[in-house]
Each structure stands twice: as structure tokens, then as C-alpha cells.
């Protein structure tokens, strides 16, 4: 019901919203009569912040056409390479007709983001995609909002979500031979899965696995998302926060986690900097900054549009991650597409080398969690870890902006360049992926 009557007071306020908005060009226009009144910036000030308070947020676009390498500007084309019911691996691909460019584009090295599903789309990691696009091939995972996605494609679980990051490690093994995976946050536990299963079934694995911010074990320094998780039982957010999508929508009567309370969620973290963000709005919007306000629009165009994950996904991953500590206690079990149960190991991952990234202030993956990757995969060579806290960043900055562009990246590309192959096998002469590459193709053609 909860949903129901959202989306009623969503409606009752668009035709408010959008006059709000015609206010606020209509005082701000100098040329407008309404503008000629002394108390016409205040008043366009006004309205414009009341139209964005009421407004409904959109899916956002990517919206990279360009990309400079090397002091070349380089096209992007983005385009869906698979459609999954519930999400879509995009590829943003690059193009020149500068030969030496085009040389140099095709031998670096492809890479696998898997973004986050917890509430915002994946445009969330633009500034992230952007950059990687200077020094590799990018893919990334965009996950649908459930309430799109109709009931006869049926439903969406955890394992899921495992099964998909296979499939596309797999898909972009069979295009480059091999891959890198970087997973921000939420995905850490999945993509570590993922990596795991395929590793246990002697499957080639991925050269790079980069571990950000995530919950690897959600034990070590909980915060506030990782307490509630924790404190409240599986069946109390199956009560509470759990509802049918309304008919209004191709996924009308799927049960989900609506993206309004996730984003209730995030402002009721830190109400005090989100009101004071919108007042320093207003009153830049009076003084004219137009490189404040734009700033200010830009990251609550992304951050206020959110989307609903689908229950069962959901209340698993609650489960999962922050109530049975499955991963870290080795009681994880996946079901496959083919139906079999499979122990998650992360013991059997030995040629993957691994890099975890956490902020020194992050307030949603507290310190040492993400960390913990380091303590799972035993078997992966100490000389292919790595660990870096980023000093002064909190979540958000670990993978979009200055802290993002200036320390973090430059350490994942050098880190990812280190190990573009596979160790060698002592004797062999050659290294494991190369070992183990033949078996994976012939498997594929079969």
C-alpha cells in the first residue's frame, strides 16, 4: 500500500513541479515582466529549488561521447553487448582514424566494472568509466530497474546475480582471451563469488580482480547501513520494507525493495549536509554562480534517481552479507543455471591477483572490510595482493572524483598493467592462463 500511495503523491506534485519550473524561468528571464521585480532572483531562486525538491528523477545517461587519450580525442559509442531480464552489460567503444592511436587502443587491456545494485543506477560510476576509457577497453554491468522488468521473466535472486558476472567474464574471455573486474561496493561479495566458482570448477579466471568499498565481511567496523542489517531480522524487512510494484508499471505485482525508501535511507544518513547542499543552492542561485549550481544539479540529477531491486535479491543479500556472514565463514552455496549446488571458495582462487581499495572516512564499508578478500584468498601470492587506504576519502570518493582521478586510478591501471598475464607455472615455461586457456575454448565451442 506504502508504494501505492507514493506514487499518488508523486503524481499530485508533477503538475506543482512543473509549474514551479515555468516560475522559475519566467522571474529568472530578465527580459520577462515577472523578471523586471526587484525580488525577481530571489524568486526564480525559489521556485527552481522548489521544482528540483519536487520533481521526479529519471534514469540518468552515461552521456560520454568523447574521451581524451594521450591528447587525442578519442569517439565513444555505447552499446548494449548483452541483454539479461535484469540487466544489460554495456560496452563503450572506442574509435579513430588516428592509425598509431588505433594500435594502441587495441592492445590495452579489457575491463569488467561491475557497478553496484543498492539503490542508484550505474551512471553512478560515470566519472569512474571515463577515466578507466583512457587506458582500457570498458564494459560495464547496468542493472534494470526491477520495476521494469515484467513478471513472466521471472524472478531475481542472489545467486542470479553470481551467475551473471559469470556470464559476462565468460563473454569477454571469449572476445580479449582474458579480462579484468573491478567491483564497486555492493558487488564486491557476488564478483568474489563469481571468481571463486569458476576457479573451484577449473575454470580460467580473471587476470585482476579490484575490490572497492565493499562488505567482504561486514563484521569488522560496522556502520550505520551494516547495523541495521544487522540488528533487524530477515523477517522484519520482508514486513516492512518489501511491496508490490502498482499496475502503472511493466513490472506491475513484483515484489521489491523500492527505490524511494533506499533513497530515504541515504538523505536520513546525513540530513543536516543535504539541507545545508540546498540551501547553498539557493543562495548561489541569487548570486549567479553558475558553476556551483550546476555542480549541485549534476550530482542530485544522480543521486535522486534510484531504482527498485527485486525482493528476493534483496532480502538474500541481507541474509547473506550482513546477517550469516556466509562468504567469510565458508557457508555460502550458490545454485548454477544448471540447477547444482556449489560451495563458494574463495580458497581455490590462485592466479586471480587481487586489490582492495577502501577510504579512510567511508561511512557505508567500514574500515577492514573490504580488506578481508586478502584473508580468503590464501592460495593467491602474496606478491599478486595489494591494499590501499585512500587518506581523507570517504565512499563516494574511492571511485569518482579528484581523489578517484589523482590517487586511486593511477594505482589500478599501473596495478592491472603489472599483471596482464597469468603466473608461471615453475618448469613450464609459460604462465597458468596460458595453461589453462585451450581447455576453456574448447569448452566454450562445445
Known sequence: MLYQIYETQRSLMEPFADFAHAAAKLYGNPLSPFGQNPLAQRMAAGYDLAYRLGKDYEKPVFGLTTVEVDGVDVAVHERVEV???????????????????????????????????????????????????????????????????????????????????????????????NCHVISVCQPTVPVLAAVSLMATRGEVTPLTMTMMGGPIDARKSPTAVNNLAMNKSYEWFESNVIYRVPTNFAGAGRRVYPGFLQHTGFVAMNPDRHASNHYDYFRNLIKGDGASTEAHRKFYDEYNAVLDMDADYYLETIRVV????????????????????????PEDITTTAHFTVEGELDDISGSGQTEAAHDLCINVPKARQKHLEVKGAGHYGIFSGRRWRDTVYPQVRDFIAQHKSGPMIKGSGKSSTALKAPVKKVAQAS
Open 83 to 177: 541483454d539479461k531480464p535484469f540487466c544489460e552489460l554495456r560496452r563503450f567503444k572506442r574509435f579513430t582514424d588516428d592509425p598509431k592511436m588505433l594500435s594502441r587502443l587495441k592492445g590495452q587491456p579489457a575491463v569488467l566494472i561491475v557497478a553496484p545494485l543498492s539503490g542508484h543506477y550505474a551512471t553512478l560510476l560515470r566519472d569512474t568509466v571515463r577515466t578507466m576509457l583512457k587506458d582500457h577497453k570498458v564494459y560495464i554491468t547496468d542493472w534494470k530497474n526491477a520495476r521494469t522488468v515484467p513478471l513472466s521473466d521471472g524472478e531475481f535472486h542472489l545467486d542470479d546475480y553470481v551467475n551473471y558476472v559469470q556470464e559476462f567474464i565468460r563473454h569477454l574471455q571469449g572476445i580479449y582471451g
Open 322 to 345: 550482513f546477517q550469516e556472514f556466509a562468504l567469510v565463514n565458508g557457508t555460502w552455496d550458490v545454485i548454477s543455471p544448471e540447477g547444482e549446488l556449489e560451495r563458494v571458495r
